[in-house]
């Protein structure tokens, strides 16, 4: 079935330092990426997303890219802050339209900042 | 996001009791999900629900049952809970005319299993 790998599953880094964390998905037929952000307590929440037709997409201190060819999204955050730390969702779905409208959650990264 | 409720928030039974989880939304949204969530596996699907009288299993759906309600409220049941169900569950919300089903988020209960 469909499959989302995320990694690093942990990640450590600098205030001010950025981040990175990488996602692969196994069906060819996805075509919207949406990341989520988990704080503490609380549910994911969408933070940015990025469809097929696209190849990067930036939204102030984060940005997402696309490579559909070789099926990788990745998250950048730069300059990052405390209120950054939290457990990161990628994900991968089709258009609603079709039969398998479900998103496929990757397995999270939690993102610690150190001061 | 408080337009998404769960009770309870956190929930401690025991092996073979019978335990419900309940959701409501005022987001006026046709779909609900319930997800379940372990360290290092991420947000897997139990079931949704695209409407009132459409339910459908997830990847996860063995022990669990649900029910949709109404339009705003989606159950999940756990007919005789087992250790391994001990998770944080989650129930989301999604509105049909979102192309891309951006999904909504209660929550979570925090169940626990003895």
């Known amino acids: 079935g469909e499959n989302v790998e995320q990694h690093p599953s942990t990640l450590s880094v600098q205030e001010g330092d950025s981040a990175v964390i990488k996602c692969t998905y196994s069906d060819s037929a996805s075509n919207y990426f949406p990341w989520y952000k988990q704080e503490l307590g609380k549910g994911p929440q969408l933070i940015i997303d990025i469809r097929s037709n696209v190849g990067e997409k930036k939204d102030q201190r984060i940005a997402v890219t696309l490579n559909k060819t070789a099926k990788h999204f990745s998250l950048h955050i730069t300059e990052t802050q405390p209120e950054d730390s939290a457990v990161y969702f990628c994900a991968a779905s089709r258009d609603r339209y079709s039969s398998a409208s479900k998103i496929i959650f990757g397995s999270g990264t939690r993102l610690s900042i150190r001061p | 996001d408080a337009d998404v409720t769960q009770t309870p928030r956190n929930r401690i039974t025991k092996t073979g009791k019978r335990i419900m989880l309940e959701c409501s939304q005022t987001k006026g949204h046709d779909r609900m999900y319930w997800y379940r969530q372990d360290p290092g596996l991420g947000l897997r699907l139990i079931y949704y629900s695209f409407d009132v009288k459409d339910i459908n299993k997830g990847e996860i759906s063995d022990g669990y049952s649900v029910s949709r309600q109404a339009q705003a409220k989606f159950s999940l049941s756990l007919e005789s809970a087992i250790p391994n169900q001990t998770a944080l569950y989650f129930c989301?919300?999604?509105?049909?005319?979102?192309?891309?089903?951006?999904?909504?988020f209660g929550p979570g209960t925090r169940l626990t299993v003895l």
């Open positions: 989301a919300t999604s509105d049909f005319g979102d192309r891309h089903n951006e999904q909504f």
